[in-house]
């Protein structure tokens, strides 16, 4: 199979590549996250110069008619740079139930805003005591005329204080962990009933925890089936799970090479550590997991595509396992082998650790998606 970039994809690998590098030294990530906001709306707008935000969306819609493999790309990148942006939460996840379920007119309405950078949207999903399961749904929407009435509570929204858009997830019919009966709700992130709490995670980013008080909508805001939006959440939940593995990419990556700098430079018994041959076998280790991730991502890219639920949700979950556990063994040898510096505010690595930690939580961890891998019969099912 041919894995090689077609040119327009090797001019976006350089120009985001590029972008990364100039825009995105240390020191200036520190000031982004230090600000109100916890990002930057210039380097925003930025990325919609560049047309990094149009990349997933359709010409006719103002994008660039890019696939998975763009997001790859675009992904890898930010991992490398520790990007703190809204990009997952807008283009990826919200912009994603947009692309699968959204009809013209919502399409027409939001995503031009997205692709110029003129608003920021958010997906509210999670709740309490639901974990990683996506129908575990107790808000509810309920019918008001032609319109609905949402009330519920949403934590761990990522980007949501400040989104311009929240796309809630609430229950139309059924009971609390039924299938059927989710519907998916575009709000104004500033209507009435609606309140936010924002603060920042153990990575850097900002979430919020998202009341919703007799929050009315009118018919126009609901993406697709009202008691059907569970296939599209989960369809959009698999290719966020590519895009947060290619992130993963980017990361172990960059904290293998910092480590391995690093070994070669720290002297102990006036040597460098590095020429320690137990050190070097832990340093190619560390090579050895970064690359089953990046085989992973590629096939998670691949599959993040298909029609098939079950032959995709099993790509996707046997991804997150080698996610999680090549990033937990990168990370943890990237700390050790700095020593005391690799845990301080002031040195990079444990950022990408920080971050690191938090892409293994999301969407649900190694043990959560390979319990699911083993109940739907492994990867490949026997013939």
Not at 224 to 253: K, M, Q, S, Y
């Amino acid at each position: 199979m041919d894995f090689d970039f077609t040119d327009e994809q090797r001019l976006l690998k350089d120009s985001v590549d590029r972008f990364v590098a100039d825009r995105y030294a240390f020191e200036a990530r520190k000031a982004v996250l230090a600000s109100e906001a916890g990002w930057s709306p210039a380097i925003w707008a930025q990325l919609a110069e560049l047309g990094l935000l149009a990349v997933p969306f359709a010409e006719d819609e103002g994008g660039i008619g890019g696939g998975p493999t763009e997001t790859m790309i675009v992904m890898e990148a930010f991992g490398r740079g520790l990007v703190v942006e809204p990009y997952l939460p807008t283009v990826v996840l919200a912009g994603g139930l947009l692309r699968h379920g959204g009809s013209d007119a919502q399409r027409a309405e939001h995503i031009p805003k997205i692709v110029e950078g003129r608003a920021t949207m958010a997906l509210a999903q999670v709740e309490r005591g639901s974990r990683y399961d996506l129908h575990d749904v107790s808000t509810t929407a309920k019918r008001d005329g032609e319109g609905w009435v949402l009330s519920g509570e949403k934590g761990v929204v990522l980007h949501g204080e400040g989104a311009d858009t929240l796309v809630v997830s609430a229950r139309t019919a059924g009971g609390r962990r039924d299938r059927n009966g989710i519907g998916l709700f575009l709000v104004d992130g500033r209507a009435a009933g609606v309140s936010r709490s924002g603060y920042p995670t153990q990575d850097g980013m900002r979430a919020a925890e998202i009341g919703l008080e007799n929050v009315r909508v009118g018919p126009d805001c609901v993406i697709g089936d009202p008691e059907g939006g569970l296939p599209i959440l989960e369809r959009v939940a698999d290719e966020a799970i590519a895009a947060v593995a290619a992130e993963t990419v980017g990361i172990l990556a960059e904290m293998q090479a910092i480590t391995v700098d690093y070994i070669k430079t720290r002297k102990q018994f006036g040597v460098a550590i590095g020429s320690f041959q137990a050190l070097q076998h832990r340093a190619a280790d560390m090579v050895v997991a970064t690359e089953q991730v990046r085989s992973m991502a590629y096939y998670a890219t691949m599959m993040s595509g298909s029609d098939d639920p079950a032959e995709r949700a099993a790509a996707m979950s046997a991804t997150k396992v080698q996610v999680g556990r090549s990033g937990r063994f990168v990370g943890q040898q990237a700390i050790q082998l700095h020593g005391g510096v690799g845990v301080t505010m002031e040195y990079r690595i444990g950022h990408y650790f920080k971050r690191m930690t938090m892409i293994e939580a999301f969407l649900g961890d190694a043990d959560h998606h390979l319990a699911r891998l083993a109940d739907g019969g492994g990867l490949f099912k026997a013939a």
